[in-house]
């Protein structure tokens, strides 16, 4: 199997500050997803990248994979208490399992 | 549609005692999936499917069971629970397209203690 490192662990923050989220690993993935998980509830897609270099953006989130698809970055632009939670990312391995990484907590102070 | 759904909700076990945690969509998915989820480890696979019939094991499988006898069930059964075993655990299904990424939609989860 392989690894996925995901960092930092936490991050707090006050509203309106930018942050980014990293996930990288050594291996290659065909894709790689990341994922939004609220206490109590299973994580839910917010995005899927498949080409190296290739970004995509949500509203205040952008993302982004490596050139060589072994790591992605989220970035979140005057992030809201609403951004708060866990991010995970996942990268897709052969056969449709999912590699995740350790995930992010995040807290966004109003 | 419901979804993925998992029952119980919540669980208390005595180390030892035997368990099924039920998973059910009804989105007609191929692909099947438990983790475990656990402090500062992510998600972990256990046992995957691919359709009915047909399971195979994922990262950590030891002290599980699965079978798959129709589309929409996934039962994960936990033989004789150890304290180990203490976890949330989320059931997750999804289209089985090769050459396509399938978006994953998760179950609540059911959080297991186990004493």
């Known amino acids: 199997t392989q690894l996925l490192e995901q960092s930092p662990q936490f991050l707090s923050i006050q509203e309106g500050e930018n942050l980014t989220v990293y996930c990288n690993s050594s291996s290659v993935f065909s894709s790689l997803q990341w994922y939004r998980q609220e206490p109590g509830e299973g994580p839910v897609l917010l995005v899927t990248?498949?080409?190296?270099?290739e970004v995509k953006k949500l509203k205040r989130l952008t993302f982004q994979f490596g050139d060589a698809r072994k790591d992605s970055s989220l970035h979140i632009t005057a992030a809201q208490p609403g951004d708060t939670g866990l991010y995970l990312c996942a990268g897709m391995e052969y056969g449709n399992k999912l590699v995740f990484g350790a995930g992010t907590i995040l807290r966004v102070k109003s | 549609n419901a979804g993925v759904t998992q029952t119980p909700k919540f669980q208390v076990l005595k180390t030892g005692q035997s368990m099924t945690l039920q998973c059910a969509q009804d989105?007609?998915?191929?692909?099947m999936s438990w983790y475990r989820q656990d402090p500062g480890m992510g998600l972990r696979l256990i046992h995957y499917s691919v359709g009915a019939g047909i399971t195979d094991q994922g990262e950590v499988p030891n002290g599980y069971n699965v079978s798959r006898s129709t589309t929409e069930d996934f039962p994960l059964r936990l033989l004789s629970a150890a304290p180990s075993q203490t976890s949330v655990y989320f059931c997750?299904?999804?289209?089985?397209?090769?050459?396509?990424?399938?978006?994953?939609?998760f179950g609540p989860g059911t959080r297991l203690t186990v004493l």
């Open positions: 997750a299904s999804s289209y089985h397209i090769a050459g396509t990424n399938n978006e994953q939609f």
């Open positions: 989105m007609n998915h191929e692909y």
């Open positions: 990248v498949v080409t190296g270099g």
